[in-house]
């Protein structure tokens, strides 16, 4: 795990974090070009601190999603343990104690457009997910419980787009950027928009033979009509409201993605609401 300190313009401390998934490497780009843009901490006057991340580099250099156990499933880990990932995910943990807001960079198969993820509603959590330019937010507290932003406080995931586009680079990195205008880690000026909340529900299972996705990512699925099928499963939809997400063919070998409810939307923080009010 490699660890960069940069100065921050105000008195949070924030952490990216990239190379969770040794397979998606536009996160450890994006943190190897954010240490090259932003400052040394002797070079600013704020009291708080970007803490730049990639995690996983023995994944990253063998261009596999992990080595032993997927990082991403294995949180808050064991140190003891001989699977690496599972004793990583400690060491991270650790590694982001203190920090008030932190963001985690994916790609994945999924198509467009990119999203961020959250497990709990934090103040913010709120000020990062309205802070960068997402139009939706999955809500992914009643999925798994072993993800990094399940068991770090204020943490949150981002899908900054297809895993291995250029694309997914700029926008991640373009967020990132964002995301520290929002906490006050960079001196110029964060917008903040209204996001669209999805709460997610049930993984869609794949069976086996030729696999076959009808609906985009957050595209709605009229009751009654098939969103994927496979040689196992026809995947017919019996209620209206349900969108896709992280809908893919080929992108996962047990799943299609994931069934997701809209459930309305976050507002920016309140701060930034009474200063557009005065």
């Known amino acids: 795990m490699k660890i960069l300190e940069c100065g921050?313009?105000?008195?949070?401390?924030?952490?990216?974090?990239?190379g969770i998934h040794g397979d998606e490497p536009a996160g450890e780009r994006i943190v190897d070009r954010l240490a090259r843009e932003l400052p040394a901490p002797s070079d600013t006057?704020?009291?708080?601190?970007?803490?730049?991340?990639?995690?996983?580099?023995?994944?990253?250099?063998a261009e596999t999603r992990y080595t032993d156990a997927d990082l991403n499933r294995v949180f808050p880990?064991?140190?003891?343990?001989?699977?690496?990932?599972?004793?990583?995910?400690?060491?991270?943990?650790?590694?982001?104690?203190g920090t008030d807001a932190v963001l985690a960079i994916h790609t994945s198969h999924s198509a467009p457009p990119p999203f961020a993820i959250y497990?709990?509603?934090?103040?913010?959590?709120?000020?990062?997910?309205?802070?960068?330019p997402v139009e939706y937010v999955l809500d992914s507290s009643?999925?798994?419980?072993t993800t990094l932003d399940s068991v770090v406080n204020d943490a949150v995931s981002l899908e900054a787009g297809r895993q291995g586009s250029e694309d997914a680079v700029e926008f991640g990195h373009e967020a990132a950027l964002d995301f520290l205008r929002a906490h006050g880690a960079?001196?110029?000026?964060?917008?903040?928009?209204e996001t669209t909340i999805i709460k997610g529900g049930e993984e869609v299972p794949k069976g086996g033979g030729e696999p076959s996705v009808y609906y985009r990512n957050f595209e709605e699925i009229p009751e009654g009509e098939v969103f994927a099928s496979d040689d196992v499963y026809t995947h017919r939809v019996d209620e209206s409201g349900i969108v896709p997400v992280l809908a893919s063919?080929?992108?996962?070998?047990d799943i299609f993605g994931i069934y997701g409810r809209i459930a309305g939307t976050i507002?920016?923080?309140?701060?930034?609401?009474?200063?557009s009010n005065e």
């Open 8 to 18: 921050a313009a105000g008195p949070a401390t924030v952490a990216i974090v990239g």
């Open 45 to 61: 006057d704020g009291e708080g601190t970007i803490r730049l991340i990639v995690a996983n580099e023995p994944a990253l250099k």
């Open 77 to 97: 880990g064991d140190a003891d343990s001989d699977e690496y990932e599972r004793a990583l995910a400690v060491r991270l943990t650790d590694a982001l104690q």
């Open 119 to 132: 497990s709990r509603l934090t103040d913010s959590v709120r000020r990062t997910v309205t802070g960068m």
């Open 142 to 145: 009643d999925l798994r419980s």
């Open 186 to 193: 960079l001196a110029d000026s964060p917008t903040f928009t």
């Open 249 to 253: 063919e080929r992108g996962y070998d």
């Open 267 to 275: 507002s920016p923080p309140d701060d930034v609401e009474r200063a």
